[in-house]
């Protein structure tokens, strides 16, 4: 059963504590994103990978940071840096044939005690 | 610079009444458009995609989109509302190259008995 899951579906941060959000794709994708969606918004974009061991910032990166040591596997860090970290927080993939159409993850909530 | 307009926030329907849900776009290049429902606390899922071929797109649950190229317009139909259609549904534009996505803020459906 394909698909891009994301763990764990809530998730609380305290004050000055990084947290690390968790998505696998097992669709063969070569991309990965994270976005973020905030109430009565679109999704933004926060970093991308195109391929194993590379990554790009996105329109809003800062407070963000990211890994892509295995192709199934994207991690999304929240630092202490970021100050608004309250939000959904959406995982997808890309299909190496079609690449502009993305497949989206559950979600994670985050946050903020 | 792509930019995408949902020209509603919200749209209320009876069920078994036709949905429409307006969308424009700008775009310097021949785009890519995109329909995404979203239903509470889920992640998205594709309704429908315009690359470039047909004009009029079927898309799945019975949604359709024409993509009118004079009008800058990609708007969203149903010829029969149904409850489970009610949720948040974005349009969005890819600006070309490697997945640049441009979503609209979104326009809540609700469907009434």
């Known amino acids: 059963d394909g698909g891009i899951t994301q763990s764990p579906k809530y998730l609380f941060r305290k004050e000055g504590q990084n947290v690390t959000l968790s998505c696998e794709q097992n669709?063969?994708?070569?991309?990965m994103y994270w976005y973020r969606q905030d109430p009565g918004q679109g999704l933004r974009l926060i970093y991308y990978?195109?391929?194993?061991?590379?990554?790009q910032k996105g329109d809003i990166a800062e407070g963000y940071s990211v890994s892509r040591e295995k192709k199934e596997s994207f991690p999304l860090t929240v630092t202490s840096a970021q100050k608004n970290p309250t939000a959904f927080y959406l995982c997808?993939?890309?299909?190496?044939?079609?690449?502009?159409?993305?497949?989206f993850g559950p979600g994670t909530r985050l946050l903020v005690l | 610079a792509q930019s995408v307009t949902q020209l509603d926030s919200h749209v209320s329907v009876s069920e078994g009444t036709p949905v429409l849900l307006r969308c424009n776009y700008s775009?310097?290049?021949?785009?890519?458009l995109f329909w995404y429902v979203q239903h509470p606390n889920k992640g998205l899922q594709l309704l429908l995609k315009?690359?470039?071929?047909?004009?009029l797109v079927k898309g799945i649950n019975g949604f359709e989109a024409e993509f009118k190229k004079s009008e800058t317009s990609f708007h969203l139909t149903k010829p029969s509302a149904h409850m489970s259609d009610a949720a948040e549904y974005f349009c969005?534009?890819?600006?070309?190259?490697?997945?640049?996505?441009?979503f609209g803020a979104g326009t809540r459906l609700a469907v009434h008995p």
């Open positions: 997808a993939s890309s299909d190496p044939g079609t690449q502009e159409t993305q497949y």
């Open positions: 669709l063969n994708h070569d991309a």
């Open positions: 990978s195109q391929i194993v061991n590379d990554f």
């Open positions: 775009s310097s290049y021949s785009p890519s």
């Open positions: 315009y690359t470039s071929a047909a004009t």
């Open positions: 969005v534009v890819s600006e070309g190259g490697y997945n640049k996505l441009i």
